[in-house]
């Protein structure tokens, strides 16, 4: 198909999401390289990005591009590709998320560089969506959302408590120091470690290089910021029994994890190859199989919104920040993590994507459990 066709395709497409090629808008995109549209519509979601990051196109404010595209369902109105096909029959196969490839996301993600982390993320190093009810700055947000996690689960001094996916140890940290807690964080990425053991020196703290299938100990309570995104649809059973195993009989798990409002099998492919490889959101439907049995469910959090407002203020710290690590990186690893950040903003936004914090006992809360928020 000739250009000026597909250029005429793409402009009825985007109109309506109200976006202009070459508008005068914030959220309009501008097209450097006219072979854009052929390459958006050979390669879906995968070219969009790629595009972007070869400085095919540009936006003011990509947020609220993404915002208006996915608001208005503008995926759907692109056919599906026969590439993609294959990728969504290959994942229903394949265990990308097995025991012997728990560490390629802490490799090729987490282990990136901390410097670039300590630039972005803010003074608790938390890797998670704030919690912002009564915040007015990112780091009011990431304690308000560790205290809220405390709180959830009832945790008193002394408690031994294991967290799933620690990151740098934002959470084992805060419990220490806050409600004189002993943690045991488990992370897949060595860099994580290195610098978590750091951060939480001198605290009963102990940061291990574990998948989460290896522990076996007993812990009053357990939690798992942002990691269950990485367990995989095949997994989330296991993981399920996993903490269950773990877990005292009175215990209680706070589960706090991206969620999606449909089941799927694999992520967006431009997602999978460059920011989280072998990545994939839960569905409820997913999760409540996964729990059914296992746990019972004591309270469950949408706090979605909240992840808009974290992931901006993460892009604005990179932005302010970059002169300070772009001796390590090119403009494309710029543009490519500033497209992370902001389409991810952008998703939130939209309310495709969701924030769940989910409560889980073994035998139900005696009397109840009194919801907190």
Known sequence: MKTDKLKNISQELLSLASVKINGSSAWDIKVNNENFHKRIFSQGSLGLGESYM??????????????????????????RNLPLFFRVL????????????????????????????????????????????????????????????CRKIGLKPGMKVLDIGCGWGSFAKYAAEKYKAEVVGITVSKKQVELGRDLCEGLPVEIRLQDYREVNEKFDRIISLGMFEHVGRKNYRKYMKAVCRCLKGDGL????????????????PWMNKYI??????????????????????????????????????????????????????????????????????????????QLWQIVLSKKGVIGGYNSIR
Not at 57 to 72: G, Q
Not at 253 to 268: A, P, R
Request: aromatic letters at 16%; glycine letters at 6%; proline letters at 1%.
């Open 54 to 79: 070869d400085e095919w196109w540009d936006c003011e404010r990509m947020d609220e591009f993404f915002y208006r595209a996915l608001r208005c369902g503008l995926e759907g109105k692109i056919k």
């Open 90 to 149: 290959w994942a229903r196969i394949i265990n990308f998320q097995s025991k012997s490839k728990a560490f390629n996301i802490g490799e090729k993600h987490y282990d990136i560089d901390n410097d670039l982390y300590k630039n972005m993320l803010g003074k608790r190093m938390a890797y998670t969506c704030g919690y912002w009810k009564n915040a007015n700055n990112l780091d009011e947000a990431q304690e308000s959302k560790l205290d809220l996690t």
């Open 253 to 268: 798990f706070l589960l706090h994890t991206i969620g999606g409002n449909k089941s799927v099998s694999i992520i967006d």
């Open 276 to 353: 989280f490889p072998g990545a994939m959101v839960p569905s409820i439907k997913q999760i409540a199989k996964a729990i059914e049995g296992v746990f019972v469910m004591e309270d469950w959090h949408n706090f979605s919104v909240d992840y808009d407002k974290t992931l901006m203020a993460w892009h604005d710290n990179f932005c302010a920040n970059w002169d300070k690590i772009k001796k390590d990186y090119n403009n494309r690893f710029y543009r490519m993590w500033r497209y992370y950040l902001l389409s991810c903003a952008g998703s939130f936004r939209a309310r495709k994507n």
